[in-house]
T-cell receptor
């Protein structure tokens, strides 16, 4: 079991550009959540996907959007990048029904210049 | 509101016990978690406790939950240098699966 995998591991983008980050959940998991972790802070919830729909959303602007595919993998898209979007983006997978134990991937380090 | 508070830093000597504390606000939280983060890495799930439990022990880790005071602690017995990391407390928000994290406690273990 490969656990939760994210790609790419590092990314550098220019302000105003768009970025897509990818996540494959742990085998057997059907729910994917995305978190943003700024330097020196705890992770902040962005949104959660289950059955290919956004189910929960945190306090993030519409520039942040996502998608979940039939195989449960997920993408996070950020448009019109700002310098403040520089952070570690973490994907967590879990089972919707039953226990909410969440396992995290290694994250994608996004730097906006 | 949603808020999880942790002390920022703890320093202990190798072999001693470490106790990391956390307070949370959502009384309807179903699960409370402890995650470990090493430099440049993602979050590693260490342990969790269901909200109707008072204590959970898992090898060197002991979690204590005081639901009345909304206080959670993680005790690491016989702390090793490999335990040096940032430890995050998280509450599951109202059975939604959404996790609310504290700002993390940096544990420094001195030889």
């Amino acid at each position: 079991d490969a656990g939760v995998t994210q790609s790419p591991t590092h990314l550098i983008k220019t302000r105003g550009q768009q970025v897509t980050l990818r996540c494959s959940p742990k085998s057997g998991h059907d729910t994917v959540s995305w978190y943003q972790q700024a330097l020196g802070q705890g992770p902040q919830f962005i949104f959660q996907y289950y059955e290919e729909e956004e189910r929960q959303r945190g306090n993030f602007p519409d520039r942040f959007s996502g998608h979940q595919f039939p195989n449960y993998s997920s993408e996070l898209n950020v448009n019109a990048l700002l310098l403040g979007d520089s952070a570690l983006y973490l994907c967590a997978s879990s089972l919707r029904v039953g226990r909410a134990e969440a396992f995290f991937g290694q994250g994608t380090r996004l730097t906006v210049v | 509101g949603e808020d999880v508070e942790q002390s920022l830093f703890l320093s202990v000597r190798e072999g001693d016990s470490s106790v990391i504390n956390c307070t949370y606000t959502d009384s309807s939280s179903t699960y409370l978690y402890w995650y470990k983060q090493e430099p440049g890495a993602g979050l590693q799930l260490l342990t969790y406790i269901f909200s109707n439990m008072d204590m959970k022990q898992d090898q060197r880790l002991t979690v204590l939950l005081n639901k009345k005071d909304k206080h959670l602690s993680l005790r690491i017995a016989d702390t090793q240098t490999g335990d040096s990391a940032i430890y995050f407390c998280a509450e599951e928000h109202s059975n939604t699966g959404k996790l609310i994290f504290g700002q993390g406690t940096t544990l420094q273990v001195k030889p």
